[in-house]
Nanobody, 114 residues
Framework: QVQLVESGGGLVQPGGSLRLSCATSRSISSIARMGWFRQAPGKQRELAATITTGGSTYYADSVKGRFTISRDNVKNTVYLQMNSLKPDDTGVYYC????????WGQGTQVTVSS
């Protein structure tokens, strides 16, 4: 079992930054892959970024160059640093991990608006 708890969402103006955090209940070094998905209103959930135990990262084209995913093995936390935010980045952001199966956090709202 893996429990994931997100934090760090909120309201930000276009061009601003936010950092999301995802704390895990299991040692992060034992979790092969973690990442962040997002779901905009009326749209399907989509992948934003992933990171492996070895530190390899993947980014969706829509966030590449603006978002950075990282993991802290001591704090058992994964982060998503989001810069140059756009209104299209608005949505609920979900932390995801794959251990023996897929696990999801409860989601945190990100709103980009002036």
């Amino acid at each position: 079992q893996v429990q994931l708890v997100e934090s760090g969402g909120g309201l930000v103006q276009p061009g601003g930054s936010l950092r999301l955090s995802c704390a895990t209940s299991r040692s992060i070094s034992s979790i092969a892959r973690m990442g962040w998905f997002r779901q905009a209103p009326g749209k399907q959930r989509e992948l934003a970024a992933t990171i492996t135990t070895g530190g390899s990262t993947y980014y969706a084209d829509s966030v590449k160059g603006r978002f950075t995913i990282s993991r802290d093995n001591v704090k058992n936390t994964v982060y998503l640093q989001m810069n140059s935010l756009k209104p299209d980045d608005t949505g609920v952001y979900y932390c995801w991990s794959f251990y023996d199966r897929n696990y999801w956090g409860q989601g945190t709202q990100v709103t980009v608006s002036s």
